[in-house]
């Protein structure tokens, strides 16, 4: 587990885009997965998807399919979360979490996972 700082939440309105952005300084960010989770107020932190370190990208909530998207640049140590087709559902803090090993074990093992950073808050409405 290696702490990540994300960014780029902000208000917008229903319909928008927002790009997130997780940083990972500590590592060599190649030999990492991150996974992207969500939380909304009063809700149970949910698995949003995640990224393998050969860049295949696995969704895990059906609401995101389609809309969102998942990237990786190595040399900028960051990971990014494409939104569009935002809707007030998706209000939410989104973090960004790690894995040497795989996204299946970040997700497995995400009720241990003790290295959560401040999240970034994404709130969608008009």
């Known amino acids: 587990q290696v702490q990540a700082v994300e960014s780029g939440g902000d208000l917008v309105q229903p319909g928008g885009s927002l790009r997130l952005s997780c940083v990972v300084s500590a590592v060599i960010l190649d030999y990492y997965n991150i996974g992207w989770f969500r939380q909304a107020p009063g809700k149970e932190r949910e698995g949003v998807g995640c990224i393998s370190t050969n860049n295949e990208t696995t969704f895990y909530a059906d609401s995101v399919k389609g809309r969102f998207t998942i990237s990786r640049e190595n040399a900028k140590k960051t990971v990014y979360l494409q939104m569009s087709g935002l809707r007030p559902e998706d209000t939410a803090v989104y973090y960004c979490?790690?894995?040497?090993?795989?996204?299946?074990?970040?997700?497995?093992?995400?009720?241990?996972?003790?290295?959560w950073g401040q999240g970034t808050q994404v709130t969608v409405s008009s």
């Open positions: 979490a790690t894995d040497f090993w795989s996204c299946d074990r970040l997700v497995r093992l995400i009720g241990q996972y003790d290295s």
